[in-house]
């Protein structure tokens, strides 16, 4: 991250000066065409800098560089700008954070950001008192300089659009906690500086064919927990809901289906860890995504991201107190000895019914393939109750310790920690230390690589409590810092996108040292001849078990396993708990 210094140069050169006397009169390539082109990377760059020069209440930031080489920029709105007012931890008014062209072949908020920026710059929208708006104008710079007009096979515009995958191919919305991009590291710097309250990413979506164009995909209310949880599900989301309504805007929860019809009922998306706003609940802060149909015309899809922009900013703004005050509590429910949630699944026992705006749904026959297919007859709107289920419950959970205790040697884990902002403390002696630890049980894996990993899923653990020596050094994370959530949903093996599972920790998996059969034939029998429990142990699974029995290599690979020759190393998983 740039350092404050620079971050204050730059407020300096795009923020000083007097109020403008009037207006910028500026339009943006969306508008100039008349909703069917969107702007390219260098004309959103000089969109933002052309306003940062006129309003004072307008800013814009460079940051760090991402994978294409260029730097992120936040543009921001603070009616009442000031740099200390802006990132200081004790900040009166509440942040709303856009986040756009995370997928630049969806650009409908880099559009409607550009004109919603400019807006409120000139008055045009209402006064914006308790609330700072900050902007990633794109968020994926080397996919959107990859322009094409086809990689969006079934999106109905704009003509020429950019890339899903970033300057090195990773989809970034599924980076977040991996962050195997420098788009991703410089994402973690700029949230962690703004500490966002509200966080909206847009997308463009079409898993089937209804009648909205805009859909909204809250962060989980169950997983993110508490009275914050329940406030975004029963106030922020039907506060949007009515908001839109009354401006003849319909929109329902994210239609999460592929393929298929959604008559039959669908469930909300579960946002892991992996995800945009998955990640920001870490940190406790109201997650929302907007995905417009994409199957809708350009200029509209552009024009209801706007009016949801303009929507979620008026309820921040109104709500700023309330929703600021929870996110200064929600941690307190995860005291240390306390029990936190690590994987979800659908509570099946509840569920929301919607009045649902879809078309009916048929199949006939391909004339492609000859074999039936998916057919929506838009002659054949309805409007129907629809099962949607959207509450989940945790299926396991781990008590959170005082602390986690990472050998030096993993480095690469402190430093990805570190970019998150949390604390980790070096100690640098040799200490013998009684913790807690696990020992990997079983995983499976995935056969096919999946955003640069083959991902491990079902891990289950074994725990012991020992003393270990931990030499040359050790780093202590305790878990009662802003980062709690973070620090157990990725050292802990067992959750769903832990540091384990996206395959950080591999190296333990692979026996370093093995034997010779031919040596180790008359050391085992030395050991079993010494060990009669163990030979008891032996001849038992023998006789129980026909594969073992049958097979030699295995049988002495597990009295190996049973001896001090088979290292300590192996399956050992090299984080420790300590207290709790």
């Known amino acids: 991250m740039k350092s404050i210094l620079v971050l204050l140069l730059c407020f300096l050169v795009f923020s000083c000066g007097s109020e403008p006397e009037g207006p910028l009169d500026i339009s943006t390539p969306f508008e100039e065409s008349k909703g069917v082109k969107t702007a390219t990377y260098q004309e959103v760059i000089s969109f933002y800098e052309a306003l940062s020069e006129h309003y004072q209440s307008v800013s814009m930031y460079t940051l760090d560089d991402t994978d294409s080489g260029k730097p992120l920029h936040l543009i921001t709105y603070n009616k009442n700008r000031s740099f200390e007012n802006e990132f200081t931890n004790d900040r009166s008014e509440a942040v709303v954070l856009i986040n756009n062209g995370i997928h630049p072949g969806e650009p409908d908020g880099i559009d409607a950001s550009m004109m919603l920026m400019r807006d409120l710059a000139n008055g045009k929208l209402s006064d914006v008192e308790n609330t700072i708006v900050g902007v990633i104008p794109i968020y994926n710079i080397g996919g959107a300089l990859n322009r094409n007009s086809y990689s969006r096979t079934n999106q109905n515009g704009p003509e020429v659009y950019g890339f899903r995958g970033n300057a090195r191919n990773f989809d970034l919305n599924r980076d977040f906690i991996k962050a195997d991009t420098r788009n991703t590291e410089a994402f973690q710097d700029v949230f962690n500086l703004l500490k966002p309250d509200v966080f909206i990413d847009t997308h463009v979506s079409n898993g089937a064919d209804y009648q909205y164009t805009l859909t909204h995909l809250f962060t989980q209310h169950n997983r993110l927990g508490g009275p914050l949880g329940k406030y975004v599900h029963n106030e922020i989301m039907p506060q949007l809901e009515d908001s839109l309504k009354s401006r003849n805007w319909d929109i329902t929860p994210y239609v999460n289906v592929f393929n298929r019809s959604p008559e039959s009922g669908f469930s909300q998306f579960m946002d892991g860890p992996r995800y945009s706003t998955g990640y920001t609940s870490l940190y ?36 700023a107190a309330q929703i600021m005050d929870m996110r200064k509590t929600a941690n307190d429910r995860f005291a240390v000895g306390n029990y936190y949630p690590i994987t979800w699944a659908i509570d099946s026992t509840q569920s929301t019914t919607l009045n649902f705006k879809g078309y009916e749904a048929q199949t006939k026959a391909s004339e492609v393939t000859g074999n039936d297919r998916l057919f929506y007859d838009r002659d054949a709107p309805f409007e129907r109750p629809v099962t949607y289920y959207n509450y989940f419950k945790a299926t396991d959970s781990i008590k959170i310790p005082e602390a986690y205790i990472i050998p030096r040697g993993w480095w690469p884990i402190i430093k990805k920690l570190r970019t998150n902002k949390i604390k980790a403390d070096f100690v640098s002696k040799d200490t013998l230390m009684t913790v807690d630890g696990y020992r990997i049980a079983n ?17 289950q653990v074994e725990s012991f409590n020992e003393q270990v020596w931990l030499r040359g050094g050790y780093y202590v994370v305790k878990t009662q810092q802003r980062g709690l959530r973070l620090i157990m949903e990725t050292l802990e093996p067992q959750a769903t996108d832990s540091y384990f599972n996206w395959n950080f920790f591999d190296s333990v998996l692979q026996q370093k040292e093995g034997f010779s059969p031919y040596v180790w034939e008359d050391l085992a029998l030395e050991y079993l001849t010494q060990n009669p429990e163990i030979k008891a142990e032996f001849e038992a699974k023998k006789a129980s078990d026909a594969g073992f029995s049958s097979n030699w290599y295995m049988q002495l690979d597990w009295i190996h396993k049973q001896s001090p020759y088979y290292e300590k190393a192996h399956l050992r998983y090299p984080v420790f708990r300590v207290g709790g």
Do not use: Q
Not at 450 to 455: S, V
């Open 284 to 319: 406790n802060t109201v997650g929302m995504m907007i995905e417009t149909h994409m199957l809708k015309p350009y200029k509209d899809r552009v024009e209801g991201t706007y009016e949801i922009l303009k929507s979620m900013i008026n309820i921040t703004d109104a709500n």
């Open 443 to 459: 995983y499976n894996s995935s056969t096919r690589p999946y955003e640069g990993h083959y991902l491990h899923y079902n891990t």
